[in-house]
């Protein structure tokens, strides 16, 4: 049931400004506070607190607009009305089963003081995790038309925080993460590093993405980033290392701008995340919140899922994505087999890349009408593929690479999304692989934003379900479009096939940044960590031991996640599989148990309409013992607990593949104490007796 309940706490004009006005608002609880702080000359700064400690320096905030040429800084505050909300809601999937929104809500309307008379209405929420605030453009008298040249938005934080970072690349999150003082934060050596992608994309050089993650001296963990990023560009933030300050970047277009906006408009929330346990980071829905309610009214098509694919073929050599590579992976005969597997072992979906014309073409030579969506290799039999899967209650999942042409895939859409539902296919994973087509945009600037949007809405009208490689990162946009999800937007477990790849650390600072905008299809599930298998020469490891696969099924959720390995590594360990055959995919309940950022995270959680509870927990090199007070389980009941964990002498690096699996009765006042091999991790299914 919804409860809403909105009350106008005060309204009243300031008409003209004599002196600096000073407004707090608090917290439901109390334990945050915004203060917020006008200036003399017509500024207005606004710092954050949790329980008196400092969050945000006093900071300020400018607009540049180039139509009509205007700064915007300077206002008279005409009013300001203060309301609360207190609700709870149902996502359509997600990891809880009802959802609190409660804040309090400050909205001051700015008018220029400089004469140009544009209005913008400054927006602050105060949530009990932390503090958000939005820009908003309404209904102007004279002009609606404004050309955002920039927004500089400040975070002056109150110490030089240990910071998770990745550069701020305008196309690309897929970097490995970095770990230094916010001071020694060094974006060009970070995108250096990464020869594959700096080749070909402009980045801020010191400018960092967000959702960044900090960890102050005195305890304090603050994750910065946006919600409900629509038709607008993505937020990067530049560091000034003397003051401490962050400013917001956005990414620009192809002529320099930031963003075009027509009036009434508004822009996505700046979120400001802070507790003093890491665990609460990671249980916030503060972002989500702040996302509108679903548009789409007939749910009913939308099914959390998990997939095989013919994919990770393509990454250990065994096979091409081209068909005239001589070793052609989406042939009628190995789909085939990947199908007879998914029905055997009760997956829904088998994804296949490669189907389709083009793949001669797609990538480095940003050309834009490589693929056309509608027609496959001679090798592989649509229609027959279509009938046998459909026989063995399968659903093969559609691939569409753009190779970055947006331009090309707008104007194919709707015939693709018909031969999709002509072909029994209601689930595409989209891809941007290489620069953009508008030549000169980017993966995160407004362009981009709006197509991806766009895509969200037209697979929603054919009833198709979406998981977009490549967009801009996710800012809680699953909660308005049920539809769209996953997003891969961040470095996934592709990266061990063809890079130094992901670090044992790597999935343990995931849930800070990059998950914390909402699902990402990393493709867990490998099992056969040396990519020797089909060709000895090659280097490139997965850097986790096999259990701590098994327990990405719970560390990340996603309401949509691969069984990335091949059927023939899962046969050889069939024991194990048996776990990601078992586990949920859409939850009633989460419960963050254990972690910290670059060290360890363990979660438990409750499938959805069932009594069944899964954990799992991962760590970084180190070997550790994680502690699992099992708690949350229904008083007075036993269960039985099947673990899947390291053995004794596992080891990311040497010993990848080895566990045990075990059985035991346990109930709410049991405490279990699993050893976490380095690099490693362990998941449990607790059962109701
Ligand atoms: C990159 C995607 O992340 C990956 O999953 C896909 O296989 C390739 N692009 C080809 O589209
Ligand atoms: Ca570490």
């Known amino acids: 049931m919804k409860i809403k309940l909105i009350i106008i706490i005060c309204s009243w004009c300031y008409f003209i400004q004599t002196k600096a006005a000073e407004i707090n608002i608090q917290s439901p609880n109390k334990i945050i506070q915004v203060h917020i702080q006008q200036q003399k000359d017509g500024s207005v700064w606004y710092s954050v607190s949790r329980k008196n400690k400092a969050v945000i320096l006093p900071s300020s905030f400018s607009f540049t607009l180039t139509e009509p040429n205007v700064l915007l800084q300077q206002f008279n505050i005409t009013s300001i009305d203060s309301s609360s909300v207190n609700e709870s809601w149902q996502p359509v ?32 929420r105060v949530f009990d995790d932390g503090a958000a605030f939005r820009y908003e453009f309404p209904k102007q008298k004279n002009l609606d038309y404004f050309i955002v040249k920039d927004e500089l938005t400040q975070f002056k934080l109150a110490g030089d925080h240990k910071t998770f970072w990745i550069p701020g690349d305008f196309d690309s999150n897929e970097y490995r993460y970095n770990t230094t003082k916010l001071t020694e934060v060094d974006a060009l050596k970070a995108v250096k590093d990464e020869t594959a992608i700096s080749t070909q994309f402009p980045f801020s050089e010191n400018g960092v993405q967000t959702p960044l993650m900090m960890k102050s001296d005195d305890g304090l963990y603050i994750n910065i980033h946006e919600a409900a990023l629509l038709n607008y560009s993505a937020m990067q933030l530049v560091i000034d ?86 070793k052609h992976g989406a042939t009628t005969a190995n789909v085939k087999k990947y199908i007879d597997f998914a029905a055997k072992h009760g997956i829904h979906g088998v994804l296949v890349e490669g189907w389709n014309r083009g793949w001669e073409d797609w990538f480095g030579k940003w050309k834009e009408n490589v693929f056309d969506f509608i027609t496959p290799y001679s090798d592989f039999d649509i229609n027959e593929l279509t009938v046998y899967a459909k026989a063995r209650n399968v659903q093969i999942i559609a691939h569409h690479e753009t190779s970055g042409a947006a331009t090309n895939y707008e104007r194919y859409m709707d015939t693709a999304y018909r031969f999709m539902i002509d072909h029994h296919q209601n689930t595409v994973k989209t891809g941007y692989v290489g620069k953009i087509i508008p030549r000169g945009e980017h993966h995160d600037g407004q362009w981009m934003v709006n197509h991806y949007t766009r ?147 363990t979660i438990a959680r409750k499938a959805k309409d069932k009594d069944d509870w899964f954990v ?62 380095p690099g490693g991790g362990y998941a449990i299914r607790l059962q109701k007796l």
Not at 107 to 117: C, I, P
Not at 616 to 621: F, R, V
Request: proline share 5%; aromatic share 10%.
């Open 241 to 326: 290392k003397k003051t401490l300050t962050l400013t917001s970047q956005l990414v620009p277009d192809a002529v320099g701008n930031k963003a075009y906006l027509h009036a009434p408009e508004v822009t996505p929330w700046r979120t400001i995340i802070v507790s003093d346990k890491a665990t609460d980071i990671l249980a916030s829905k503060m972002i989500l919140n702040l996302n509108e309610p679903s548009k789409i009214k007939d749910v009913s098509f939308i099914q959390p899922q998990k997939f095989i694919g013919v994919w990770w073929e393509m990454f250990n050599g065994k096979s091409a994505w081209d068909s005239a590579s001589g």
């Open 616 to 677: 799992g927990g991962i760590t970084d090199e180190n070997g550790r013992i994680s502690t699992i007070d099992l708690g949350f389980l229904d008083t007075n009941k036993k269960y039985e607990a099947t673990i899947y964990r390291d053995a004794e002498d596992a080891h990311f690096d040497t010993n990848p593949e080895v566990y045990v699996i075990e059985k035991k009765t346990v109930d709410s006042k049991t405490i279990l104490k699993i050893k976490e091999a």
């Open 455 to 601: 895509v969200a809405e037209k697979t929603a009208s054919y009833k198709i379900m979406l998981d977009a490689h490549e967009p801009v990162r996710p800012t809680g946009l699953y909660r308005t479009y049920p539809n769209w999800m996953a997003c891969e937007a961040g470095r996934g477990t592709e990266f061990n096939g063809f890079s130094r790849g992901n670090l044992p650390e790597h999935e343990t600072i995931m849930p800070f940044t990059r998950w914390m905008g909402g699902p990402m299809d990393y493709t867990p599930g490998i099992f056969h960590m040396k990519l020797t298998q089909f060709d000895p020469n090659k280097k490139e490891m997965v850097h986790t031991t096999l259990t701590k696969q098994l327990a990405f099924y719970v560390v990340i959720f996603s309401p949509i996640q691969m069984a990335a390995d091949m059927p023939e590594n899962y046969e050889a360990h069939l024991d194990a599989f048996k776990f990601i055959e078992d586990v949920a995919v859409n939850w009633d309940d989460t419960k963050i148990l254990e972690a910290e950022p670059g060290d360890y995270v």
């Open 93 to 124: 999937w997600g990891e809880l089963k009802n959802i609190q929104n409660n804040y309090k809500q400050l909205a001051l309307t700015l008018t220029d003081k400089n004469g140009s008379g544009i209005i913008i209405k400054l927006v602050f």
